[in-house]
């Protein structure tokens, strides 16, 4: 718990400092303004976390290059388990290539996500002074997000607490509930997308992790869905922003730096042939009009049009 308390103080006062900026011109005993402030948090973070995001990138390359190499060691120990993971760890060493890597953008949002829940669930709903709030300048601040609301629901209510917060509060329970699932949906279902986004696009279809990829495609939201219920609302801005940013930054480095051997290469490769195609028709096409245009400034010209030829005065009489 020690841990998690430690947490509380990044997380309470960057909230806090988004919360001051933003009540320089929107409303500072609404909830939006905090919701703003969370959304706030959510950059700010991913902003920090972009070397990571591209580290992450190069090692999910650089185990799409290995592959071949990986397909050959499994089958050559396929039934020594423990010399193949020797032989893994031993390529993995070799090519300087880290599995874990991948993982890291997800495993250090985890922090900052434990430590909204707890200024959120147990500081904010509580109006306990977690984090700065128990600063005395801050102290104030902590009746006010208790009682901020958006959609007359407070930031700290959760889907499954909805009747406490009806006593509380006066918030009908179906309101809580409506709000909550909707929010619960939508971060399930962009958690869905994201990682259907990489599957789909960036993975090659060789490669043997894509069986627990597709596992895991399902499994992580169904688990957002059904611990959902006792997420509280900021939680699920939260959470519902930073899969957006996921999505919107893994589209531009997928279309732009695909790997090879994937969907989103061969449709780079596509793009490519018929931007470069584009191209050469555009030029082929100038070089002819520059011409036409050339060859009628020519017929054009004085000395270049036919003069009329002079008859005699007797063929003249003759034709009349």
Not at 196 to 223: C, E, G, S, W
Request: some cysteine; aromatic content about 10%.
């Amino acid at each position: 718990m020690a841990i998690l308390e430690i947490l509380d103080v990044p997380v309470s006062w960057v909230l806090v400092q988004f919360y001051s900026f933003f009540s320089l011109f929107m409303d500072p005993y609404s909830g939006w303004t905090w919701a703003a402030s969370i959304v706030g948090l959510v950059i700010l973070m991913r902003i920090i976390l972009i070397p990571l995001f591209v580290k992450q990138i190069k090692a999910q390359r650089g185990l799409q290059i290995i592959q071949p190499q990986m397909k050959e060691i499994q089958k050559k120990y396929a039934g020594d388990r423990e010399r193949q993971s020797q032989e893994m760890m031993k390529l993995y060493r070799e090519t300087g290539t880290n599995p874990l890597a991948s993982c890291l953008p997800i495993l250090l949002q985890a922090p900052i996500f434990f430590g909204l829940f707890r200024v959120l669930q147990y500081g904010i709903a509580q109006e306990q002074p977690i984090g700065v709030f128990g600063w005395t300048q801050y102290q104030d601040l902590v009746s006010i997000a208790h009682d901020a609301t958006i959609f007359d629901v407070p930031l700290w209510a959760t889907f499954w607490l909805a009747n406490e917060v009806e006593a509380e509060t006066g918030t009908s329970a179906l309101t809580v509930r409506i709000l909550a699932a909707i929010l619960i949906v939508a971060m399930s279902s962009t958690t869905f997308l994201t990682q259907r986004q990489l599957i789909v696009k960036n993975t090659a279809p060789d490669n043997p992790m894509v069986r627990q990829q597709k596992i895991l495609l399902y499994v992580f939201p169904l688990v957002f869905a059904i611990g959902g219920v006792n997420f509280p609302i900021g939680v699920l801005i939260y959470w519902f922003t930073t899969n957006l940013w996921s999505m919107g930054q893994q589209f531009y480095v997928i279309r732009n730096n695909p790997q090879p051997g994937t969907p989103a290469f061969e449709a780079k490769e596509a793009r490519k042939k018929e931007k470069a195609a584009k191209k050469a028709t555009r030029k082929s096409g100038g070089s002819e009009a520059d011409a036409t245009e050339e060859e009628s400034e020519v017929t054009d010209t004085p000395s270049a049009r036919q003069q009329p030829k002079k008859t005699s005065r007797s063929k003249r009489k003759k034709k009349k």
